[in-house]
């Protein structure tokens, strides 16, 4: 994922004068506690910051790619992490990440989170015994049908894998804005746990279904939260204003992570990174102040005019 550096003052120049950095670190010098939040009514609680591996965990083999994911792992459960999300559209995601557990602190912690992608019936049961083995857990906190793919026959596949123990909670996922009239028609018709969807500064298209999945009961998972890199790319050198700062937002990453988590309906942020120090920046995000509803029509205001 595409970062881009906290800079100094001197930048805000660049930005027309409208952007400045904040003079001090206020309350995350404090180390305040790590942010939670409840999968639906009947979900368990996570922290509010996940990650995702799409990309930046199809390594395969490859010794020093999968070191650094090491060291992100480190980062993450150093960090109170929790649910990291996969799928076996995501190459060779599911087995690193399986294969580099061992050995690093989330026992009780992790949140497994992945996903059925055939568009074949008869191979759902047969991939999802092949991602519970690649994960080396006996179950599934998160089952989800990815993308919506076959997702009526796959629906009654995740509600015979929570009867028998191998999920928890189950649901559906999309992306990119794609496929929201189906997803409002299985919100108002099945009896699904979760719901993982694109949401983010560039792309609100998601509110109403937000919305809906709070009066279903339903717990969010947000994906692509910094719009695939391109809202690091839309602020470039202009530094993080001093007024989203009072709301915990000392740095784009944080700013862009808890405009999302402050939403009421969403339980989790699933961003996906490569490196160490760009896990250690999500982290930071899920802790501290969150925007109240005026700071982010602000927030979202301030985006809209880049």
Known sequence: MRRRPFVVASLAAACGGALAVPARLGAQELAPARLQRRLGRGGRTVPAIGMGTWLTFDVGDDTQEREQRRHVLQRFFAAGGGMIDSSPMYGSAERVVGELLPGLPHEGRLVAATKVWTPLTGLGPGQLERSLK?????????????????????????????????????????????????????????????????????????????????????????????????????????????????AGCLTWTAFFLKWIVAHPAVGCAIPATRQPGHMDENMAAGTGALPDAATRRRMQGLIATL
């Open 134 to 246: 690649e994960w080396r857990v006996p179950r599934f906190d998160v089952l989800l049908v990815h993308n919506l793919l076959n997702w009526r026959a796959h629906l009654q596949l995740l509600r015979r894998a929570k009867d028998d123990g191998r999920a928890r909670l189950i649901g559906i996922s999309t992306s990119h804005g794609n496929r929201h009239d189906d997803v409002e028609r299985i919100l108002k018709s099945e009896p699904i746990d979760v719901l993982q969807i694109t949401y983010n500064l560039a792309d609100t298209r998601a509110e109403p279904l937000l919305a809906l999945a709070a009066e279903r009961g339903v717990g969010v998972v947000v994906n692509r939260p910094f719009d695939g890199g391109q809202l690091f790319d839309a602020v470039g050198r202009c530094a993080v204003p001093p007024w989203a700062a009072e």
